[in-house]
């Protein structure tokens, strides 16, 4: 029998697909052919739909029902060959506002960390707005101190990009790096390769209960106060988008909605009017006599 775990398993690791994509595809694959009981050549898409909408009818999320149906369609597609296509109504997940931290949050939470290397990885992965993944598999040489840049090699989508190197943690990383056996060396290194993503989340879980922090922080807080952040700063949604990555302007003004109105330039129209400092900005000051007759005059009052 065709071991299609195994093989699908092989093409993702040649994509590049990242660690957890990897195991979250197989994990639902491997529930699909238990449920289907079918070689997988013979799978059709009456068995996809009868799947995910049994899925559904447990009220399964949306963002699960998606990963499900990805999962399936690479099989299908890259190893089995089968073009397929499935409206299904219910893929939509809500849309969230996400989490984000204030900057004095932010600055307690660093704080609580007194390990300087753990203190460090937090301090770039929010001074540059890296993903969790992206920081963990850094190399010494996705370093150019020069010009003030870094890369990350094979990012989410399997993409490139720049990001910048706070002026703040410049020199110390310099100084961190220096210490590295090689030029191909992790940046944070473990023993068995690179630090964990695990690693940073029990840090950063750490971290904000240290800081009494009530809001479920976790690694991607971080970048998503490091995108709204730069929105409060003034940076226009185009430099944001390309520092994060994104491939739509629309998944980064998202960050518009979460910035603090007085930081985007909104002003509340009734600051215009500027009531209780005697109503004289417009030329409408009312003697209190006046509005008091207006008020008791019948059929001729104030209109609210």
């Known amino acids: 029998m065709l071991d299609i775990i195994e093989l699908v398993k092989k093409e993702m690791f040649r994509r590049k697909y990242s660690e957890r994509t990897i ?5 639902f694959l491997r529930k699909f052919l238990r449920y289907c009981h079918k070689e997988p050549r013979k799978i059709s898409k009456k068995d996809i739909k009868g799947y995910l909408e049994k899925l559904s009818a447990k009220n399964v999320s949306g963002s699960t029902i998606n ?39 932010v600055f307690r939470l660093i704080k609580a960390i007194k390990n300087e290397k753990h203190r460090l990885m937090v301090r770039l992965m929010y001074g540059s707005g890296l993903r969790v993944s992206e920081l963990t598999n850094l190399r010494v040489k996705d370093f150019d101190f020069e010009n003030n840049y870094g890369f990350v090699r094979h990012g989410k989508g399997n993409k490139d990009r720049m990001f910048i190197i706070p002026d ?49 922080v976790h690694p991607h ?18 430099s944001v988008q390309s520092l994060l990555g994104h491939n739509s302007a629309e998944t980064t003004m998202i960050y ?19 009531l209780g400092d005697g109503d004289k900005k417009y030329g409408y ?11 008791n005059s019948d059929n001729k009052g104030l209109r609210i």
Do not use: C
């Open 23 to 27: 195991h979250s595809y197989l994990f």
């Open 67 to 105: 990963v499900n149906l990805n999962a399936l369609k690479f099989m299908l597609e890259n190893i089995l060959n089968k073009r397929f296509m499935i409206k299904i109504r219910y893929s939509k997940t809500p849309k969230t506002l996400p989490s984000v931290l204030g900057k004095e949050e």
């Open 168 to 216: 703040s943690l410049k020199e110390e990383l310099i100084k961190y790096v220096k210490n590295k056996s090689s030029y191909d060396s992790w940046l944070f290194e473990s023993y068995n390769g690179h630090i964990s993503s695990r690693t940073l989340q029990v840090i950063i879980k750490k971290a904000a209960k240290e800081a009494k922090i009530k809001k479920n």
């Open 221 to 238: 807080t971080l970048r998503h106060s490091y995108a709204t952040h730069l929105i409060e700063n003034g940076y226009d949604v185009t």
């Open 256 to 274: 518009l909605h979460i910035a603090k109105p007085k930081m985007i330039n909104v002003k509340s129209p009734l600051d215009e009017l500027q």
């Open 285 to 295: 000051e009312i003697e209190e006599s006046k509005a008091i007759e207006l008020i």
